[in-house]
């Protein structure tokens, strides 16, 4: 008799277990990936960028440590190309001189479903800078926009 209730609870075990993986299973969950490499000076991340409610597509970012330059571009669904690069002056931006000795890092976040934020900061400097991707009003393309600049690091004195 004892070894009957072990296996009925067995049984009862394995039946809840393969329920309740079936409905995890099941269900639809948005899949949010972003991807960030880097090569000596130079980043690239990407994240999602909304440019119309409905049409979410994947926005990518360039660093370029030469030219201080932060690239921006998102890829036409329709055509599968890139829509023309937009660009920010990081070395104005963050109030740097120009100096060879600027190490930059930067990584991407989800902060809704259908938008992703650029995190970019400056580790000699100890600037931290928030970024955004949106559609141009004015013509076709993107528009890099400033959310956030601030210090994570005390300035020497």
């Not at 948005?30 to 991807?35: I, M, N, S």
């Not at 329709?78 to 600027?102: N, Y």
């Not at 890099?144 to 210090?151: G, P, V």
Request: hydrophobic share 40%; charged share 20%.
């Amino acid at each position: 008799m004892k070894d009957l209730g072990r296996l009925m609870w067995l049984t009862v075990g394995l039946l809840l277990g393969g329920l309740g993986v079936g409905v995890y299973v099941g269900q639809s969950r948005p899949v949010l990936a972003a991807g960030t490499d880097r090569f000596e000076e130079s980043v690239l991340c990407t994240g999602t960028v909304a440019l119309t409610p409905r049409a979410l597509t994947d926005g990518v970012w360039l660093l370029d440590h030469r030219t201080g330059k932060l690239l921006g571009t998102v890829i036409s669904r329709d055509q599968g190309k890139i829509v023309g690069w937009s660009e920010v002056d990081l070395m104005d931006e963050f109030s740097l001189p120009p100096r060879p000795a600027t190490h930059f890092l930067m990584t991407t976040g989800q902060v809704t479903q259908s938008q992703a934020a650029l995190y970019v900061a400056e580790t000699v400097s100890g600037k931290f800078g928030v970024y955004t991707m949106g559609p141009r009003t004015d013509s076709p393309g993107v528009v890099i926009r400033r959310h956030d600049l601030t210090m994570f690091r005390k300035a020497k004195n």
